[in-house]
T-cell receptor, first 115, second 114 residues
Framework: AQSVAQPEDQVNVAEGNPLTVKCTYSVSGNPYLFWYVQYPNRGLQFLLKYITGDNLVKGSYGFEAEFNKSQTSFHLKKPSALVSDSALYFCAVRDIERDTDKLIFGTGTRLQVFP | ETGVTQTPRHLVMGMTNKKSLKCEQHLGHNAMYWYKQSAKKPLELMFVYNFKEQTENNSVPSRFSPECPNSSHLFLHLHTLQPEDSALYLC?????????????FGPGTRLTVL
């Protein structure tokens, strides 16, 4: 069965420091991987996705993520955090070979960036 | 985010009430989704529609009844809900059901069942 794990409920980082939000996945075939962000009282916003090709994917607002097949991970990163990055981040996976409409989400990681 | 709108933004209802949630997308997409978001739990996919046809019902209780009159509009009709149904209900759309497609979400309806 497909699954996504976000092992940290919350990540705290000082403004200007690099940030990492972790995600690991489990699928029977090859994955499509996504990161979404949710600001307070808002819906989820698409940040970036890995489909194929270069393992380092660049997305919106300076975020990037690295697909690591051997570690089944897709960690979200940013070189220099901003206070405005504080939000709830969701990793999601689709199993290509199951040809399913279903996008499986993790439980979310709350990122808190302190001034 | 204004590409997908949801009304109402907040709803309080009793267990015997009937209410409806509305979603509209202005993106020209063909697929629409209902999700339930509860605290400390992953987003739960409820229903998927593609070109107005339901393609997935993720074992959702019959007290939730979706309706998709056209590709731009999606409703969720609610009847005799339980307090545990209190959650944020999110609507989303995508260009189609292609597995590489990202989904665009509305702001959600915060539902409280008394």
């Amino acid at each position: 069965a497909q699954s996504v794990a976000q092992p940290e409920d919350q990540v705290n980082v000082a403004e200007g420091n690099p940030l990492t939000v972790k995600c690991t996945y489990s699928v029977s075939g090859n994955p499509y991987l996504f990161w979404y962000v949710q600001y307070p009282n808002r819906g989820l916003q698409f940040l970036l996705k890995y489909i194929t090709g270069d393992n380092l994917v660049k997305g919106s607002y300076g975020f990037e993520a690295e697909f690591n097949k051997s570690q089944t991970s897709f960690h979200l990163k940013k070189p220099s955090a901003l206070v405005s990055d504080s939000a709830l981040y969701f990793c999601a996976v689709r199993d290509i070979e199951r040809d399913t409409d279903k996008l499986i989400f993790g439980t979310g990681t709350r990122l808190q960036v302190f001034p | 985010e204004t590409g997908v709108t949801q009304t109402p933004r907040h709803l309080v209802m009793g267990m015997t009430n009937k209410k409806s949630l509305k979603c509209e997308q202005h993106l020209g997409h063909n697929a629409m989704y209902w999700y339930k978001q509860s605290a400390k739990k992953p987003l739960e996919l409820m229903f998927v529609y593609n070109f107005k046809e339901q393609t997935e019902n993720n074992s959702v209780p019959s007290r939730f009844s979706p309706e998709c009159p056209n590709s731009s509009h999606l409703f969720l009709h609610l009847h005799t809900l339980q307090p545990e149904d209190s959650a944020l209900y999110l609507c989303a759309s995508s260009q189609d059901l292609g597995t590489s497609r990202e989904q665009f979400f509305g702001p959600g309806t915060r539902l409280t069942v008394l």
